[in-house]
């Protein structure tokens, strides 16, 4: 209860501007906590890439682990047509998916880390201007007249810095942590999307997807070109 009287009268000498400055606070706090959170469980239990090979080449449907290249694998298994060509798609939009979650937040948290100095000068201005408008009214020997207006001017503006450089050094943590695992993301995609075209379709699923399951990049058959099995695969008989 202590504690929490000294803050309310911390609180009430800055004035009204460390109500909005306490909310900024909040979330600021509130949002690079559930990142650090968040971005710690993506690179703890995450299996290794040869596992993730080992899954794919081995035909396997579930996954264990939440870690990043765990989440693309199990969403990839459980979306995956077994054409190649569409494959790869499917991978890539698991991937847009799993990169826009590595960025939430952090936009947010870059504008409250540049508000709160900005509130804390706005603070030292409104002190400022309330210790003018005392030393107009009373003259400089009026010590505790002046006194309210000094103490929101630098209550104000240490509260400010106070949420802002620690504030300023947690996100640029969290976005090389961010751009870390995004490096990480696009060199798993393009690991797995080779083995994923290096697959097979069957001449049945071939001619059932209108062969979409054809990777002409890797060397497979065009529109047009005579399949293994003798079949000549055209687009409008198909």
Same mark, same amino acid.
């Given at each position: 209860?202590?504690?929490?009287?000294?803050?309310?009268?911390? !609180? %009430? @000498? =800055? *004035? +009204?501007?460390?109500?909005?400055?306490?909310?900024?606070? #909040?979330?600021? +706090?509130?949002?690079?906590?559930?990142?650090?959170?968040?971005?710690?469980?993506?690179?703890?239990?995450?299996?290794?890439?040869?596992?993730? $090979?080992?899954?794919?080449?081995?035909?396997?449907?579930?996954?264990?682990?939440?870690?990043?290249?765990?989440?693309?694998?199990?969403?990839?298994?459980?979306?995956?047509?077994?054409?190649?060509?569409?494959?790869?798609? $499917?991978?890539? @939009?698991?991937?847009?998916?799993?990169?826009?979650?590595?960025?939430?937040?952090?936009?947010?948290? *870059?504008?409250?880390?540049?508000?709160?100095?900005? !509130? =804390?000068?706005?603070?030292?201005?409104?002190?400022?201007?309330?210790?003018? %408008?005392?030393?107009?009214?009373?003259?400089?020997?009026?010590?505790?007249?002046?006194?309210? =207006?000094?103490?929101?001017?630098? $209550?104000?503006?240490?509260? *400010?810095?106070?949420?802002?450089?620690?504030?300023?050094?947690?996100?640029?943590?969290?976005? %090389?942590?961010?751009?870390?695992?995004?490096? @990480?993301?696009?060199?798993?995609?393009? $690991?797995?999307?080779?083995?994923?075209?290096?697959?097979?379709?069957?001449?049945?699923?071939? #001619?059932?997807?209108?062969?979409?399951?054809?990777? %002409?990049?890797?060397?497979?058959?065009?529109?047009?070109?005579?399949?293994?099995?003798?079949?000549?695969?055209?687009?409008?008989?198909?």
């Amino acid at each position: 209860m202590e504690v929490l009287r000294r803050t309310l009268e911390y !609180l %009430q @000498q =800055g *004035g +009204w501007i460390m109500v909005p400055l306490a909310v900024a606070s #909040l979330v600021l +706090w509130t949002l690079m906590l559930e990142r650090l959170s968040f971005l710690r469980s993506l690179r703890r239990g995450d299996i290794t890439i040869d596992e993730v $090979i080992t899954l794919l080449r081995s035909g396997a449907v579930c996954v264990e682990g939440n870690g990043l290249r765990a989440r693309l694998v199990r969403n990839f298994l459980a979306r995956r047509s077994g054409f190649p060509r569409l494959d790869v798609d $499917i991978l890539r @939009q698991c991937a847009m998916r799993e990169r826009a979650g590595l960025s939430s937040f952090l936009a947010i948290i *870059g504008v409250l880390v540049s508000v709160a100095p900005l !509130l =804390g000068l706005l603070g030292t201005v409104l002190g400022m201007i309330e210790t003018f %408008q005392v030393i107009s009214l009373f003259g400089t020997g009026n010590a505790n007249a002046m006194a309210g =207006g000094i103490s929101v001017a630098l $209550i104000t503006t240490e509260a *400010g810095l106070l949420v802002a450089v620690p504030g300023l050094l947690l996100s640029g943590m969290l976005l %090389q942590r961010s751009s870390r695992l995004a490096t @990480q993301l696009e060199e798993d995609v393009m $690991i797995i999307s080779r083995i994923v075209r290096r697959s097979s379709c069957t001449l049945t699923d071939r #001619l059932r997807s209108e062969n979409a399951c054809i990777d %002409q990049r890797e060397g497979g058959l065009a529109i047009g070109e005579i399949a293994p099995a003798g079949v000549y695969i055209e687009s409008e008989a198909l």
